[in-house]
């Protein structure tokens, strides 16, 4: 079983949809969460972090439910400039006290005009 | 204020080749991480770099190694060069102050092909 695993997708979504992601994570462990936007050919970037009272920014909204292992993301009045790929992300803390970033191989969404 | 830069941007080797790559982190970051992304993957952690010292390691094998330098910037060498580490090569930094610790900044990422 994947550490982080995610639908693939494509959400094909028309302009102005709500889209929801999840992602479920199999280590109890995990201490923060991250979703991040990777668009075609490019580095990912930053979306929001995920925290446990579930926080908004603008038009997105991220969920943690640490009861089932699972996060989600909720993009309202989607724009056509938000089709790319979601990656949904873990940081697992390690033994060293370092941390290390685990990726769901992510969720592309499409919105179509 | 600069954020993460990598080079090259592309890089075609042969099997059995060696390469390395470079990156500079953002500006006050103290911490570089390496990825690789296959096509239609999330990237794969390979190894994390603090104080000049390999911090943590993926599931990836010796061929592939690194260093970072006094001024925090890194590189990531492969050698014996496989087909399969046909991938985007990514550079991450972050810091370890301040609220915003977990939080890693990507750079552009190093195309590499090998035939």
């Known amino acids: 079983r994947k550490e982080v695993e995610q639908d693939p997708g494509p959400f094909n979504v028309p302009e102005g949809a709500t889209v929801a992601f999840n992602c479920t994570y199999s280590n109890s462990a995990s201490q923060s969460f991250f979703w991040y936007r990777q668009d075609c050919r490019k580095e990912p970037k930053l979306l929001m972090s995920v925290y446990s009272s579930g926080n908004e920014d603008g038009r997105f909204t991220a969920q943690l439910n640490r009861a089932s292992q699972y996060i989600s993301l909720l993009i309202r009045d989607s724009k056509l400039s938000d089709s790319a790929t979601y990656l949904c992300?873990?940081?697992?803390?390690?033994?060293?006290?370092?941390?290390?970033?685990?990726f769901g191989s992510g969720t592309r969404l499409q919105v179509q005009p | 204020d600069a954020g993460v830069t990598q080079s090259p941007t592309h890089l075609i080797k042969t099997r059995g080749q060696q390469v390395t790559l470079r990156c500079s982190p953002k500006s006050g970051h103290d911490t570089v991480s390496w990825y690789q992304q296959a096509l239609g993957q999330g990237p794969q952690f390979i190894f994390q770099y603090y104080e000049e010292e390999e911090r943590q390691r993926g599931n990836f094998p010796d061929r592939f190694s690194g260093h970072q330098f006094p001024n925090y910037s890194s590189e990531l060498n492969v050698n014996a060069l496989l087909l399969g580490d046909s991938a985007l090569y990514l550079c991450?930094?972050?810091?370890?102050?301040?609220?915003?610790?977990?939080?890693?900044?990507f750079g552009p990422g190093t195309r590499l092909t090998v035939t």
């Open positions: 991450a930094s972050s810091s370890l102050a301040g609220d915003r610790v977990d939080e890693q900044y």
């Open positions: 992300v873990v940081n697992l803390f390690m033994d060293t006290g370092r941390r290390a970033l685990t």
